[in-house]
């Protein structure tokens, strides 16, 4: 009987080799397991004999334990899944892939907004309809191609558009606010000086799935007073893709634009303390009094206007006045001007109420010549929290972020 228990154990410890076909783990950032995404590239594990045509499982193994991991891969054919830290080693299995969950993170359009959502709850909008300004204010103001609402986990929700004080607000965006065509000042931002907007056009591609959903929208940067008829002074490709983190408390979402001027002498970006990058309109909730900043410089709200950072927190009180959440915003290092210039709102903003802005803003401090038909591209990630996040977080998000954690392959 013991000699028939033993072959068991050979026979299946032989089987479990055989149904692993390549074992790695991430590799640590400055001694920390990193939390967010990981990039696999398909191609150069191909190697080892890994063909996700196959539809493998990939598997985690962490203090004895082992769960299937769900992944999705891209349009440029590279492998994404989340890692939440641990001492992890991951590997594929040639058994075929029966327990890949379901589509977590999804996409709906209705009514002129797509939403990202992930187990159903709707945290993030883009709004691609046209949003018009409050009765009896000036339809000037009307906008498209924003983001808003941004939700937390518990349901708070951050963003604003059209607050009374500024209504050309909306959200998420980033329009250029002082720029040149032609010997003439155009700002986008400022819609209620009549000179230009940013509006959606199209949408260029959109997908769902158990790691991440996303879209692509195209916008267009309207020059109303340089010539006769209006005309497009930037087409702008904005990226926004949703991470399911698989935590309650925190998701994660990127925000890439790529934009180049169709005019054939390109367009200035004069340097203002506004315009460009990305802005985000806080909550009427935020006050001088119940919120906070903090920046990877060691900045906080009365300091931080006009610096440089890789990396912003902004924490508010909670609706329900129990606790606090806030936002994680990162700038990617090949950004312009990074460790990038920031705009934040002084703590008597807005006739002593403090009111919260921030924006990263690559145009503070120099000026930003857009050559004709050349791409410019800016990254920015943010991390939507509950409760608080401590900068050493933030440092080990930014470090993953800029330098994308790679793979060790363990030799079995």
């Given at each position: 009987?013991?000699?028939?228990?033993?072959?068991?154990?050979?026979?299946?410890?032989?089987?479990?080799?055989?149904?692993?076909?390549?074992?790695?783990?991430?590799?640590e950032?400055?001694?920390?397991?990193?939390?967010?995404?990981?990039?696999?590239?398909?191609?150069?594990?191909?190697?080892?004999?890994?063909?996700?045509?196959?539809?493998h499982?990939?598997?985690?193994?962490?203090?004895?334990?082992?769960?299937t991991?769900?992944?999705k891969?891209?349009?440029?054919?590279?492998?994404?899944?989340?890692?939440?830290?641990?001492?992890?080693s991951?590997?594929?299995s040639?058994?075929?892939?029966?327990?890949?969950?379901?589509?977590?993170?999804?996409?709906?359009?209705?009514?002129?907004?797509?939403?990202?959502?992930?187990?159903?709850?709707?945290?993030?909008?883009?709004?691609?309809?046209?949003?018009?300004?409050?009765?009896?204010?000036?339809?000037?103001?009307?906008?498209?191609?924003?983001?808003?609402?941004?939700?937390?986990?518990?349901?708070?929700?951050?963003?604003?558009?059209?607050?009374?004080?500024?209504?050309?607000?909306?959200?998420?965006?980033?329009?250029?606010?002082?720029?040149?065509?032609?010997?003439?000042?155009?700002?986008f931002?400022?819609?209620?000086?009549?000179?230009?907007?940013?509006?959606?056009?199209?949408?260029?591609?959109?997908?769902?799935?158990?790691?991440?959903?996303?879209?692509?929208?195209?916008?267009?940067?309207?020059?109303?007073?340089?010539?006769?008829?209006?005309?497009?002074?930037?087409?702008?490709?904005?990226?926004?893709?949703?991470?399911?983190?698989?935590?309650?408390?925190?998701?994660?979402?990127?925000?890439?634009?790529?934009?180049?001027?169709?005019?054939?002498?390109?367009?200035?970006?004069?340097?203002?303390?506004?315009?460009?990058?990305?802005?985000?309109?806080?909550?009427?909730?935020?006050?001088?009094?119940?919120?906070?900043?903090?920046?990877?410089?060691?900045?906080?709200?009365?300091t931080?206007?006009?610096?440089?950072?890789?990396?912003?927190?902004?924490?508010?009180?909670?609706?329900?006045?129990?606790?606090?959440?806030?936002?994680?915003?990162?700038?990617?290092?090949?950004?312009?001007?990074?460790?990038?210039?920031?705009?934040?709102?002084?703590?008597d903003?807005?006739?002593?109420?403090g009111?919260?802005?921030?924006?990263?803003?690559?145009i503070?401090?120099?000026?930003?010549?857009?050559?004709?038909?050349?791409?410019?591209?800016?990254?920015?990630?943010?991390?939507?929290?509950?409760?608080?996040?401590?900068?050493?977080?933030?440092?080990?998000?930014?470090?993953?972020?800029?330098?994308?954690?790679?793979?060790?392959?363990?030799?079995?």
């Amino acid at each position: 009987m013991r000699r028939i228990f033993l072959f068991f154990l050979i026979v299946t410890a032989f089987s479990c080799a055989e149904d692993e076909i390549v074992r790695f783990k991430v590799r640590e950032i400055g001694g920390i397991s990193p939390s967010g995404p990981v990039m696999l590239n398909i191609e150069g594990l191909k190697a080892y004999g890994l063909r996700l045509e196959e539809r493998h499982s990939l598997i985690k193994k962490e203090n004895g334990t082992t769960i299937t991991v769900p992944y999705k891969t891209d349009q440029e054919g590279r492998l994404w899944f989340v890692q939440n830290g641990g001492k992890a080693s991951y590997y594929f299995s040639d058994t075929a892939d029966s327990s890949q969950p379901e589509s977590t993170v999804t996409y709906e359009k209705e009514d002129g907004n797509l939403q990202l959502a992930i187990d159903d709850r709707s945290l993030l909008t883009y709004r691609y309809g046209m949003t018009y300004p409050p009765q009896g204010v000036d339809s000037i103001f009307r906008k498209s191609g924003y983001v808003h609402p941004v939700i937390t986990p518990g349901g708070d929700t951050l963003t604003r558009i059209q607050p009374s004080d500024h209504y050309h607000h909306y959200g998420i965006w980033g329009p250029w606010t002082h720029t040149q065509i032609r010997g003439q000042q155009v700002d986008f931002w400022n819609l209620g000086d009549g000179k230009g907007t940013v509006l959606f056009k199209k949408f260029i591609s959109t997908t769902s799935g158990s790691v991440f959903g996303s879209f692509t929208a195209a916008q267009e940067h309207i020059d109303f007073i340089s010539k006769k008829e209006p005309q497009v002074a930037l087409n702008e490709n904005l990226r926004v893709t949703l991470f399911d983190l698989n935590r309650k408390d925190r998701y994660m979402f990127d925000y890439s634009t790529t934009f180049r001027s169709p005019l054939e002498n390109g367009i200035l970006f004069e340097a203002y303390r506004y315009g460009g990058g990305i802005g985000m309109r806080f909550t009427e909730r935020w006050k001088a009094d119940n919120c906070s900043v903090l920046t990877s410089e060691g900045k906080d709200r009365l300091t931080a206007d006009g610096t440089n950072a890789r990396w912003c927190v902004v924490t508010g009180e909670s609706s329900d006045r129990q606790g606090t959440n806030g936002v994680l915003f990162l700038s990617h290092p090949n950004n312009r001007m990074h460790p990038e210039p920031m705009r934040v709102w002084p703590i008597d903003a807005n006739g002593g109420r403090g009111d919260m802005f921030f924006e990263f803003c690559p145009i503070r401090h120099e000026e930003w010549m857009i050559a004709p038909e050349n791409d410019y591209v800016l990254n920015y990630r943010m991390v939507v929290f509950e409760g608080r996040l401590s900068a050493e977080e933030a440092e080990t998000y930014w470090q993953a972020f800029a330098y994308p954690p790679d793979i060790e392959i363990i030799k079995k």
